[in-house]
């Protein structure tokens, strides 16, 4: 990976959908040559896949939440991670360290939606213990202007 790819991955962090041509232009190579190096790119891993930015309020979820949560004793991280597709208000999971297990983010329609979630997730799914909180407001930042590449 040289300067042009990290330059490459900086516009793309900040606009996953720009064009090759758009793309050329930022980082003054043809479409065709920037088309290859994003193609070399996604081959080796380092870009996995491209995201959209949802307004869950829009989509009728507007209760989003932080839920970090701890595992009952036995229950296996894979087997937690499998129930965790069962839920359509989970946009994302991670394995953390610390004194907690996992850390899900969620957008719920209401607090009974969300209440329920978190009895399904301790009665069926192995959690013991949660500790959530709600998102007032996400805050929009330039990933380019955040992230150096190097």
Known sequence: ???????????????????????????????????DRVRRLRKSG?????????????????????TDVRLRDGVSGAEFERGLRGFPQIFSAAHVTGEYDYQLRMACTDTVDFEELIERLKRDHGARELRSRLVLRQIALDPAGVLEIT
């Open 1 to 35: 990976m040289d300067a042009v790819d990290r330059e490459i991955l900086t516009v793309l962090l900040h606009d996953g959908r720009i064009t090759y041509q758009e793309l050329g232009r930022a980082v003054r190579l043809s479409a065709n040559a920037v088309a």
């Open 46 to 66: 380092i870009v996995r896949g491209y995201r959209a930015d949802l307004d869950f309020a829009a989509l009728g979820r507007p209760l989003v939440l932080v």
